[in-house]
């Protein structure tokens, strides 16, 4: 194709696997979505409204009204521009536009003249889609009250897809859970994120001065001289140092939901990777008696495009509670499969109690801990599982928990496809 290039959003990955939660796409029509798109349409003067959702490869319409479409293919897509900026997308007149003068649906029919857009942006800030305007006149003028207006009904159609979800989810039908589905999730939101703002800001700053004296005070004669003292100091800086490791976790979570990590992909060798986390993760296992067995390196094994910062902090954390839960003198074992997909799983076995499998969705909350099992074993504030959840989604992977009550636990990291590399070379001197 000749045409502009299609731009791709900063994060895709992690913006797909939240459409992806919202579990829309490929679902049947709705009166809901139709009533807003006849609505515009009658509101802005236009023959054609739809509500356009953009996954890896096509904008699928939840509502389109004007013409029978059900999806595009997503590089001849309008909408695929508008998921690049908060803002509303107006094109006056295609064809003097030089990111669309060449596209098919503008050069050819259904000659696309005039086109209007607004972003569906999720509670996490990830543009999904859009509800768009198309005429096939050019227009002369789309003043900012309009381009207000169109935002609003992009809110309404995000609002609508928000609380089909949670009442998907609850099972309330549309017409008694709606007020109540909303309220609780514009409630729940606020409360998270004015917790973590006072994380950042109002624990940081004490914790770094608590850890600096108590750093100097360990380095202290006076204190060394005395064992009781000295064991106090210890313990300061030991409790500051984790409570810091927790504010750090609750800041990374709040990031990774909001989509503001940016990735820095790299070809990782699992052996060796695996093999470092383990090795970091032994200090742990030491006093349990716990062997970690790694994979081994060898010529099939894989390697994995991935960031690795934030691959060492997801095996860290899955290591750390298979470490925590599994009983003294057990192993804890880690695996690396290639998926049916042609992706990498990495699986991370424990021999511990486990828990009910209807019970691991709770351990993937945030802040949520198990009042029974696996939870009684292990401090903190129920932050790893869920961060670790929305790193791998970020990328364009998935976390995913076998277990049962008394079984045992596995956790296991699935990559995609597009993120696995071939094994590494052969050296000439092996």
Request: aromatic share 6%.
């Amino acid at each position: 194709m000749s045409f502009y290039p299609l731009p791709q959003p900063m994060n895709e990955d992690y913006r797909l696997a939240v459409l992806e939660r919202l579990s829309i796409l490929d679902t049947p029509p709705e009166e809901s979505f139709d009533r807003l798109t006849r609505l515009a349409a009658k509101q802005f003067g236009v023959p054609v409204a739809m509500v356009s959702l953009i996954d890896r490869r096509r904008q699928w319409f939840k509502s389109c009204v004007g013409v029978d479409l059900k999806e595009t293919s997503r590089e001849v897509a309008l909408c695929a521009h508008t998921i690049m900026s908060d803002e509303p997308l107006v094109v006056l007149d295609t064809t003097k536009d030089a990111r669309f003068a060449d596209n098919p649906v503008v050069a050819q029919p259904p000659h696309v003249r005039f086109y209007a857009g607004a972003p569906l942006i999720t509670a996490e800030g990830m543009r999904i889609g859009t509800i768009c305007l198309i005429h096939f006149v050019p227009r002369e003028i789309f003043d900012e009250g309009e381009k207000k207006s169109l935002a609003d009904f992009a809110a309404l159609a995000m609002e609508a897809i928000e609380i089909r979800q949670v009442l998907a989810t609850t099972g309330e039908k549309y017409e008694t859970g709606i007020a109540s589905a909303t309220l609780a999730a514009k409630t729940g939101e606020a409360a998270k994120r004015q917790f973590l703002a006072v994380v950042g800001h109002e624990l940081r700053t004490p914790l770094n001065a608590i850890l600096g004296f108590g750093a100097l005070l360990k380095e202290c004669d006076e204190i060394a001289a005395l064992p009781a003292h000295r064991e106090y100091v210890n313990a300061i800086y030991s409790s500051g140092q984790r409570l810091l490791s927790t504010v750090d976790a609750v800041l990374s979570y709040a990031q990774a939901e909001k989509g503001e990590i940016e990735l820095k992909p790299e070809p990782l060798d699992l052996a060796e990777l695996i093999a470092s986390c383990a090795s970091v993760c032994g200090l742990e296992a030491l006093p349990k008696n716990i062997r970690i067995v790694v994979p081994q390196k060898h010529p099939g094994l894989p390697r994995l495009l991935a960031d690795r910062v934030h691959t060492e902090q997801m095996l860290l954390q899955l290591l750390s509670n298979a470490v925590a839960f599994t009983t003294m003198g057990q192993d804890v074992s880690v695996r690396v499969e290639t998926a049916a997909d042609g992706g990498v799983i990495i699986a991370v076995d424990d021999t511990g109690p486990g828990i009910d499998q209807d019970e691991v969705g709770k351990a993937l909350e945030i802040f949520r801990q198990l009042s029974e099992g696996m939870a009684r074993q292990k401090e903190g504030l129920g932050i790893g599982l869920p961060l670790t959840k929305l790193l791998v989604e970020l990328h364009g992977g998935r976390l995913d928990i076998e277990s049962g009550a008394e079984q045992g636990t596995t956790a296991m990291l699935t990559f995609p496809p597009y993120r696995t590399l071939p094994p590494s070379a052969p050296s000439r001197n092996a």
